[in-house]
Nanobody, 121 residues
């Protein structure tokens, strides 16, 4: 079994910063890439950022230049540093991992339970 657990959400004023963490645990052979998604009330879940293991990062246009995704491979943990937060960033943020549990298994995807981020004065 694999589990992804997000943390770091909360209430922040516009212009403030938060750092989200996503810790992957369980039977993990290798993680190919990790992503962050978010879902605001009444809206569909949307892509936020991706980091491929040892590779490039990709961001949604709406967060480019404000958010930074990073990984600590040794800890199987991804981070999302969010700066210059806006009220429209308010959402539940979800972690996503594409990984293999054994050397012979096919890649599979896992989701975390989500962490609430609220940007409000």
């Amino acid at each position: 079994q694999v589990h992804l657990v997000e943390s770091g959400g909360g209430l922040v004023q516009p212009g403030g910063s938060l750092r989200l963490s996503c810790a992957a645990s369980g039977s993990i052979f290798t993680i190919h890439y990790m992503r962050w998604y978010r879902q605001a009330p009444g809206k569909e879940r949307e892509f936020v950022a991706q980091q491929i293991t040892g590779g490039d990062t990709v961001y949604a246009d709406s967060v480019q230049g404000r958010f930074t995704i990073s990984r600590d491979a040794a800890k199987n943990t991804a981070y999302l540093q969010m700066n210059s937060l806006k009220p429209e960033d308010t959402a539940v943020y979800y972690c996503y991992a594409n990984l293999r549990t054994t050397i012979n298994s096919s890649p599979d995807v896992y989701w975390g339970q989500g962490t609430q981020v609220t940007v409000s004065s």
